[in-house]
């Protein structure tokens, strides 16, 4: 019996551990965005950024709430080399989040971040909604409670 407990213990972690986090370059990350096919939710964060971690189980929970639209959630860590995957992946693991990851290659937010959006001072957490086939594109630089994150998702489907 211990045998058995041991062995799915070992798969749960084989299988938690295994979460792909996409490494991307500005322009790749710009190309993801551009080719999204459904509305998206993209927000942008990082393992040391508190507000960023605070707000991560609200999106997980709300963004589904609205999946009858189909929209997509993606997190895009802004965490530096040494933290990639590990440390990012031993977070995620930690809360158990049911996303796209991608880790945003770059180190010089000076010119990542007026690619995203012109107005981005580069403040995190920061969220990017859109929907292409409605020529929506709204850029939100804070943390956001779970009503403003419903109010957005409505704009973003409506």
């Given amino acids: 019996m211990k045998c058995m407990i041991l062995v799915v213990a070992v798969f749960t972690w084989l299988t938690a551990s295994t979460q792909e986090i996409k490494e991307m370059k500005i322009g790749e990350l710009e190309h993801f965005i551009k080719s999204r096919n459904t509305p998206a939710v993209i927000n942008f964060w990082a393992t040391w950024c508190g507000p960023c971690i605070e707000e991560m189980p609200w999106f997980n929970k709300i ?17 530096n080399q040494r933290a990639y995957p590990a440390q990012i992946k031993a977070l995620l693991n930690s809360k158990q989040i049911n996303a796209t990851f991608i880790w945003l290659n770059e180190s010089d937010a000076d010119v ?3 690619r995203i959006d012109p107005k981005w001072g580069g403040s995190i957490p920061a969220t990017l909604f859109v929907n292409h ?26």
């Fill in 63 to 79: 963004v589904p709430e609205y999946r009858g639209t189909k929209n997509e959630l993606i997190f895009v860590s802004l965490d």
């Fill in 112 to 114: 990542f971040c007026p």
């Fill in 133 to 158: 086939s409605k020529g929506y594109r709204k850029f939100i630089e804070k943390q956001m409670s779970p009503n403003e994150l419903r109010k957005q998702l409505r704009s973003l489907n409506n």
